[in-house]
């Protein structure tokens, strides 16, 4: 009898192993994460699994803080020939050194982020596909250490359970008299017509676009806004005057006007001065409505994402776009920009 307890146990957790790591294979950690957890409390100490744990809550929205006793775990038995595939690999690969100095970095524990850091540079050639990121880290932690010596005074709220869901909320935009709030969800649609359509990419729902209002310090409950279709459109930004909002959809940049009785119009797509063959992945337009600041995959930048420009053309259309150079643009990622 007990001989075959063991069996049907092991049994379940090679069955619990191979779907959570098929899932972790099509970025669906979401929903491999809960799975990863039932089988670490049958097997605590099980080094690949709380490795596993770990990078499933790196790469979360909100709970990448959780993932630092997890990787601590993982990181005391590790493997040079690990194999991922494996239902019998107990030990962890060498990325979870990696893995765990971005967790300290993230639960402000900067100097344990750098000895880790430099650990794990130490211990891999150049030819590995995170050597030439670790420098770029270790910057980013001296500037962490700057920044905590200068600490700003600033106060953070959480707009609450009417506005935030269980689900991803992200991207906030608002109009420059703080009366209207768009923003881009992953939630269930209140008439959940978006029940049964998931991102096979992440196993999450189309991002969505919703608006909310504020009376007298009060937001309203969210709303979808008509642009919304079955699938991806994300908040960018609104101009000065709340005539046009910028949505991304598809790797472009589109805009929605505003009409005399508040309706948003269909999305347009814009030129393509703006748009290209490269990702477009935000915006914002100046103040007077005649430059129009971007960022874009593009060759001509600095590589990566890099902010460009245009200037609008008095025929009203929008002219050749250039790289504002490299006074913002480095060779990371540009990206996210405000007026």
Same mark, same amino acid.
């Given at each position: 009898?007990?001989a ?24 669906q ?48 038995n ?12 107990k ?40 050597f ?30 009417? %506005? *935030? /869901? @269980? ?6 935009? +608002? !109009?420059? #008299?703080?009366?209207?709030? =768009? &923003?881009? $969800? ?87 001065? %703006? *748009? /290209? @063959?490269?990702m477009?992945?935000?915006?914002? +337009? !100046?103040? #007077?409505?005649?430059?129009? =600041? &971007?960022? $874009?995959?593009r060759?001509g ?39």
């Open positions: 009898m007990l075959l307890i063991n069996i049907n146990a092991q049994d379940s957790f090679n069955d619990k192993f191979k779907e959570a790591n098929t899932l972790m294979e099509e970025n950690h979401n929903i491999a994460l809960p799975i990863w957890i039932k089988t670490q409390i049958k097997q605590p100490n099980n080094n690949n699994v709380n490795y596993k744990i770990g990078v499933c809550y790196m790469k979360s929205a909100n709970n990448k803080n959780k993932a630092l006793p997890f990787l601590l775990t993982a990181t005391k590790i493997s040079k020939n690990y194999n991922p595939f494996s239902n019998s690999e030990k962890a690969p060498v990325e979870a050194q990696f893995y765990l100095a971005k967790a300290y970095h993230l639960n402000s524990k900067i100097d344990s982020a750098i000895i880790v850091y430099k650990k794990f540079k130490n211990s891999i050639s150049k030819k590995h596909f995170l030439n990121k670790v420098d770029h880290h270790l910057h980013q932690c001296e500037n962490a250490k700057i920044a905590m010596k200068n600490p700003v005074n600033i106060k953070v709220n959480n707009l609450g359970k009417k %506005i *935030n /869901s @269980e689900f991803d909320d992200y991207s906030p935009v +608002i !109009s420059v #008299d703080e009366s209207t709030l =768009y &923003f881009t $969800s992953k939630r269930i649609r209140k008439d959940s017509s978006n029940y049964y359509t998931k991102d096979p990419n992440n196993g999450k729902y189309f991002d969505d676009i919703y608006e909310s209002h504020n009376y007298d310090g009060v937001w309203t409950t969210p709303e979808l806004v008509t642009i919304s279709s079955a699938d991806h459109e994300g908040t960018l930004n609104i101009s000065v005057d709340g005539q046009y909002l910028y949505v991304y959809k598809d790797k472009d940049i589109y805009a929605a006007t505003n009409d005399e009785n508040g309706n948003w119009s269909l999305l347009t797509k814009l030129d393509e001065n %703006i *748009n /290209s @063959e490269s477009e992945s935000h915006a914002h +337009i !100046s103040p #007077d409505g005649n430059t129009f =600041y &971007f960022v $874009s995959e060759k930048g600095l590589g990566g994402k890099d902010i460009f420009k245009s200037k609008k053309l008095p025929n009203g259309q929008w002219g050749k776009a250039q790289s504002i150079g490299d006074g913002l643009n480095t060779r990371y990622n540009e990206d996210g920009i405000f007026l």
